[in-house]
């Protein structure tokens, strides 16, 4: 039988608390020296918190992969937090009370902070003495307003744009498809109050290990000598593997897996060793999903590995990583045999069954994966989306499990919010309105102004204002402007996916585009719950032509490798395969029209408004569309 953490703590206790009453005893009755006795005091006030620590996680539900090290390093990382959670919410509810003021104390300090920059000197930063100034005086933003400046900034050049310490340049994919540099700074608030929220939202105990799906990603570096990496970015150390080791339940080489089916199945595989998982976490819900679904599917092979103690040889890995699994990796029949017990049950809230004590799932939720995991593996499950954050910075936090959809309070000391009302975002420089103007129901474009050199930038997300926590806005995010598609948060624009009809039409036999829209895949299946699909694109094209259409399959994947050619996030994902081939749909003359006439009839929108929408956001849309099609591209 194993020796668990529960009994090892117990042990500590008698013999820790044995040493701390021998050592108060000596030195409460010997007649030694006054530093012999300070000595001594020190070391039973030493042995008596130790005593107390282990008792209390002797209470608790604990990974049992832990060792001494990783146990208190986890306790400590968890329970500090847990302890000062009360007392930083308390703040935070102060700051809710007084957004406006909170605002314009944050931009002062930003604007002083960058006030001797190139950019700060240009626009007059040292002159601006209010949040109504601030707005009057510098203009709305986009992306290429600040390419030039973090280029330079990256180059190694000083008092560009931004004066502070810069962790790391971020990136994210841009509108046309063009990677953005972001400076990154660390936030002052939002890490302490997002810890603090999930503390008192969770459930899990201080030394619960978590299940992470993680890939490592490419890291470039600029000229001078800074890493670029995305926000989710786990670097190699001997700090950092520590502590991956006290918080995952994977081994610090399972996240230097750089393909994607190979992490996952990595991951998934270390965190079924492990009953009392706490938690699983993702930046997504959807890679939740398919990290589930590769258990349904390959749950023999799961099965093998942990009987047999071993990385299936048919996981493609790097020798070095795979030896360093292999070693961490224990032979458990039982478990696997109790697993195979649970699956033979079926995949419906299987999550709850296989990690009995797990708190919650948590990621953000895209293309309604959130929906789809409680239909089948999470069923039963908390699912919670914790913060609103992008590259770009934190923008707020989810004080609530169970609201849907997920529901943000920004944070008015991390970052400025300006709202740019729904009907004006087509505008150029339209009005902003502040936090205390904004109404619940309607929906506004955000402009940010954040530590990371973004001054009243336009994020390009829609967000609807849903609630207020004291006076400050709860946001629900609805869309991003401009954006078409967005499977696995790779954003391609419109512009992307015009250019690559344009040079696809080339080799198309002198067709002409009469219109064309777009759609994902998950759509087709939006009204069904197991979301056993493909995800994938879809292009629905209305061709002219002086003779009959029928593209070769060779000729309608030319918009794919189009889409490849001009979107470096696009190429990653259909590289390892979590995005499949987009699919050219051809429809029939004059289907476009009847779109037309069912989004008027099914909208308020009048003939004289009407826009061709260039992605459809509904089922009965894309079944129309579907229904027009010449022949069965699908």
């Known amino acids: 039988m194993a020796v668990t953490w529960t009994f090892r703590c117990l042990v500590w206790v008698m013999l820790s608390g044995f040493v701390t009453a021998y050592a108060a005893n000596y030195c409460w009755a010997s007649d030694v020296s006054w530093m012999v006795k300070t000595t001594i005091c020190i070391f039973a006030g030493w042995c008596g918190l130790s005593t107390i620590v282990a008792l209390h996680i002797s209470t608790l539900r604990c990974s049992e992969s832990h060792t001494l090290a990783t146990l208190l390093i986890q306790y400590l990382m968890n329970q500090i937090p847990s302890l000062m959670a009360s007392s930083v919410y308390s703040g935070i509810k102060k700051v809710w009370q007084r957004p406006m003021e909170e605002q314009e104390k944050f931009l002062l300090k930003l604007l002083a902070r960058d006030a001797k920059t190139e950019y700060g000197m240009r626009h007059g930063f040292s002159d601006i003495k209010s949040l109504q100034e601030f707005r009057a005086k510098h203009p709305l933003t986009k992306y290429e307003h600040y390419r030039d400046y973090f280029t330079r900034l990256a180059d190694g050049e000083k008092n560009v744009c931004v004066a502070a310490t810069l962790e790391r340049f971020g990136t994210s994919s841009g509108t046309t498809g063009k990677g953005k540099l972001i400076p990154m700074v660390r936030p002052t608030e939002f890490t302490k109050v997002s810890m603090a929220i999930t503390s008192k939202l969770s459930s899990v105990s201080p030394v619960q290990k978590m299940y992470s799906l993680y890939c490592k990603p490419v890291v470039k570096m600029t000229k001078s000598g800074v890493r670029i990496a995305p926000v989710m970015f786990v670097p190699e150390g001997k700090i950092m593997s520590l502590l991956v080791s006290a918080t995952q339940n994977t081994p610090p080489s399972g996240f230097q897996i750089s393909t994607d089916f190979e992490a996952t199945y990595v991951q998934t595989l270390f965190a079924l060793t492990d009953k009392n998982i706490g938690q699983i976490n993702a930046p997504f819900a959807s890679q939740v999903y ?201 954003k391609i624009d419109v512009l992307v996916v015009n250019k690559a009809i344009q040079e696809s039409l080339e080799g198309w036999d002198g067709a002409t585009l009469v219109e064309w829209t777009c759609a994902e895949s998950p759509l087709m299946h939006d009204d069904k719950n197991d979301g056993e699909y493909d995800m994938y694109y879809l292009l629905f094209v209305e061709l002219e032509s002086e003779k009959e259409i029928r593209l070769s399959a060779d000729q309608m994947s030319m918009f794919d490798r189009s889409l490849r050619k001009q979107h470096e996030f696009y190429e990653q994902y259909r590289k390892v395969g979590t995005i499949c081939e987009a699919r050219v749909v051809v429809v029939r003359p004059g289907s476009f029209n009847k779109l037309q006439e069912h989004i008027i009839a099914a909208s308020t929108a009048s003939y004289n408004q009407f826009k061709m929408p260039k992605k459809l956001r509904t089922k009965a849309m894309l079944d129309l569309m579907l229904e027009c099609a010449v022949v069965e591209n699908t």
């Open 290 to 490: 398919r990290g589930l679904k590769m258990l349904e599917d390959e749950q023999e092979m799961f099965l093998e590995d942990l009987t047999l103690g071993r990385v299936n040889p048919k996981i493609q890995l790097d020798e070095g990583i795979r030896r360093s699994l292999d070693a961490a990796l224990t032979a458990d029949p039982a478990r696997a045999d109790e697993l195979r017990r649970e699956f033979a049950k079926g995949f419906v809230g299987i999550v709850g069954r296989i990690w009995p004590h797990l708190s919650h799932v948590a990621g953000i939720d895209v293309s309604g994966f959130m929906k789809k995991l409680d239909a089948r593996y999470t069923k039963g499950t908390r699912l919670l989306s914790p913060a609103y954050s992008c590259t770009e910075g934190f923008i707020g936090v989810n004080a609530w499990v169970d609201k849907t959809p997920q529901q943000y309070t920004l944070l008015p000391n991390e970052m400025v919010v300006e709202f740019i009302p729904e009907h004006l975002s087509a505008e150029e420089t339209p009005l902003t309105l502040l936090m205390d103007e904004v109404e619940v129901g309607k929906r506004y474009e955000i402009a940010i102004t954040s530590i990371s050199g973004f001054y009243r930038y336009r994020l390009g997300d829609v967000v609807e204002v849903v609630d207020f926590i004291e006076r400050c806005p709860v946001v629900a995010v609805m869309y991003r402007t401009g954006e078409l598609l967005n499977l696995r948060s790779e």
